[in-house]
């Protein structure tokens, strides 16, 4: 009989699945959405059942874990020699991040939660923030009324594409953001919801199925994000040439490759019929597709052409402080703008000591889901490729996605096992 501490952790991570992509509504405070205060739930109660006992640390970790802890000590040194008004700011969301967001709550979760229920309720979160992307979307696209500026949120939700077009946001700080969540764990819950046919059979049924993986691709399409609509389908590519090196028969069938096939095809269809219908000559059609191939080809004179500037000023200046980096918060403090690449960003402000631990990390953990027979490896391999190539755009490092499925990976993989 699970105790009454086995029964909360389970029910709060579970939340903290759920809430992952609510980055920005119903957020308590900017620096803190709800999957924030739901982990601190989580940290509390784990160290209530520790001191009474109840709860050990987990055996879940791998070597390459070491290398995140020596990333924070490589941040906290590089806060130590080059201190600035923001340094213990962002130490703390090192820590918050790493320490506990990915190490502590690794070791809780392989504990706690069957690796089926961890994916079920991930795939439940996708379809509910994929409903609520398509009907915020639509009804504003529709009607003109925008129910963001009824949701409690941090941040004003009023990016449009061509001034048209509303730009979907679900939960998240920002649309960018809503692709990182679906090209990650999104992904993952995906293909999880063909496989999942446990519960009364509603799930095994394909007029379910494909309705829903339309919604959650269109879902995904009303972003309007150039990063994720390059780095996903670049991540399947990757995923599929890692593939032909190793065994995949436990992941994938011809069946579901039939399947996504036929969804991807359906969408292109009706989207064809949509532009057929809308732009009746080839400039009118570049006047759409223009803005979107620009930002992906960097060309743009708007977010594009800020980002590049910020590389270009990133790689100028990492030369100055290469080991030790310029000390973190450093930008913050100074008043300049963010690298928007989280590896620029780490590289500037926490110098070689702090990058090259993470870079190695994140090339390990790669390689220990190619290696592992893991059921949906290919999908936890493109997940994964998709949200470390989302970092090149954004500084944000503290949005969960990635992270989490690395979580989810490692508690799939060692309780499958157990079961071998």
């Given at each position: 009989?699970?105790?009454?501490?086995?029964?909360?952790?389970?029910?709060?991570?579970?939340?903290?699945?759920?809430?992952?992509?609510?980055?920005?509504?119903?957020?308590?405070?900017?620096?803190?959405?709800?999957?924030?205060?739901?982990?601190?739930?989580?940290?509390?109660?784990?160290?209530?059942?520790?001191?009474?006992?109840?709860?050990?640390?987990?055996?879940?970790?791998?070597?390459?874990?070491?290398?995140?802890?020596?990333?924070?000590?490589?941040?906290?040194?590089?806060?130590?020699?080059?201190?600035?008004?923001?340094?213990?700011?962002?130490?703390?969301?090192?820590?918050?991040?790493?320490?506990?967001?990915?190490?502590?709550?690794?070791?809780?979760?392989?504990?706690?939660?069957?690796?089926?229920?961890?994916?079920?309720?991930?795939?439940?979160?996708?379809?509910?923030?994929?409903?609520?992307?398509?009907?915020?979307?639509?009804?504003?696209?529709?009607?003109?009324?925008?129910?963001?500026?009824?949701?409690?949120?941090?941040?004003?939700?009023?990016?449009?594409?061509?001034?048209?077009?509303?730009?979907?946001?679900?939960?998240?700080?920002?649309?960018?953001?809503?692709?990182?969540?679906?090209?990650?764990?999104?992904l993952i819950g995906l293909w999880k919801l063909w496989y999942w046919n446990s519960i009364?059979?509603?799930?095994?049924?394909?007029?379910?199925?494909?309705?829903?993986?339309?919604?959650?691709?269109?879902?995904?399409?009303?972003?309007?994000?150039?990063?994720?609509?390059?780095?996903?389908?670049?991540?399947?590519?990757?995923?599929?040439?890692?593939?032909?090196?190793?065994?995949?028969?436990?992941?994938?069938?011809?069946?579901?490759?039939?399947?996504?096939?036929?969804?991807?095809?359906?969408?292109?269809?009706?989207?064809?019929?949509?532009?057929?219908?809308?732009?009746?000559?080839?400039?009118?059609?570049?006047?759409?597709?223009?803005?979107?191939?620009?930002?992906?080809?960097?060309?743009?004179?708007?977010?594009?052409?800020?980002?590049?500037?910020?590389?270009?000023?990133?790689?100028?200046?990492?030369?100055?402080?290469?080991?030790?980096?310029?000390?973190?918060?450093?930008?913050?403090?100074?008043?300049?703008?963010?690298?928007?690449?989280?590896?620029?960003?780490?590289?500037?402000?926490?110098?070689?000591?702090?990058?090259?631990?993470?870079?190695?990390?994140?090339?390990?953990?790669?390689?220990?889901?190619?290696?592992?027979?893991?059921?949906?490896?290919?999908?936890?391999?493109?997940?994964?490729?998709?949200?470390?190539?989302?970092?090149?755009?954004?500084?944000?490092?503290?949005?969960?996605?990635?992270?989490?499925?690395?979580?989810?990976?490692?508690?799939?993989?060692?309780?499958?096992?157990?079961?071998?």
């Amino acid at each position: 009989m699970k105790s009454k501490s086995n029964l909360l952790l389970r029910n709060l991570i579970c939340a903290y699945i759920f809430f992952a992509s609510w980055t920005d509504s119903f957020s308590l405070s900017e620096k803190l959405p709800l999957h924030i205060v739901i982990l601190g739930a989580i940290v509390v109660v784990f160290i209530i059942a520790f001191l009474n006992g109840k709860k050990n640390l987990s055996r879940a970790y791998k070597p390459e874990d070491f290398l995140v802890i020596l990333c924070f000590i490589g941040v906290c040194l590089s806060g130590l020699l080059n201190p600035n008004g923001k340094t213990v700011n962002y130490v703390i969301a090192y820590f918050a991040v790493f320490i506990i967001g990915y190490l502590l709550l690794k070791g809780i979760v392989a504990q706690n939660i069957n690796w089926q229920t961890l994916l079920k309720i991930n795939t439940i979160a996708l379809i509910f923030v994929a409903l609520f992307t398509i009907f915020e979307f639509l009804i504003e696209f529709l009607t003109g009324f925008d129910i963001q500026t009824f949701i409690p949120r941090e941040n004003p939700a009023r990016a449009t594409y061509l001034l048209r077009f509303p730009r979907a946001y679900g939960f998240a700080h920002e649309p960018t953001i809503l692709a990182f969540y679906f090209n990650t764990l999104g992904l993952i819950g995906l293909w999880k919801l063909w496989y999942w046919n446990s519960i009364g059979r509603v799930f095994h049924r394909y007029w379910l199925k494909i309705p829903l993986t339309l919604i959650a691709i269109f879902a995904w399409l009303s972003t309007f994000s150039a990063a994720g609509f390059v780095f996903l389908p670049c991540s399947i590519i990757l995923a599929n040439c890692l593939k032909k090196r190793h065994n995949f028969s436990r992941t994938i069938s011809p069946r579901l490759i039939f399947l996504v096939v036929l969804s991807i095809v359906i969408v292109t269809l009706l989207l064809s019929i949509v532009y057929l219908n809308i732009f009746q000559s080839r400039e009118i059609i570049n006047e759409y597709t223009d803005p979107l191939r620009n930002k992906i080809t960097l060309q743009s004179d708007g977010q594009a052409s800020r980002r590049v500037t910020a590389w270009i000023n990133s790689l100028d200046n990492i030369p100055k402080s290469p080991v030790f980096g310029r000390g973190v918060g450093y930008q913050s403090d100074a008043g300049l703008n963010s690298s928007l690449n989280w590896y620029l960003f780490l590289m500037l402000e926490g110098g070689l000591i702090s990058f090259f631990p993470i870079a190695l990390f994140l090339c390990i953990s790669l390689l220990r889901i190619t290696v592992s027979n893991v059921q949906g490896k290919l999908w936890f391999m493109t997940g994964f490729l998709a949200g470390a190539m989302h970092l090149l755009v954004i500084s944000t490092f503290y949005h969960p996605f990635l992270w989490i499925l690395l979580i989810i990976f490692s508690t799939c993989n060692e309780q499958q096992k157990i079961y071998e």
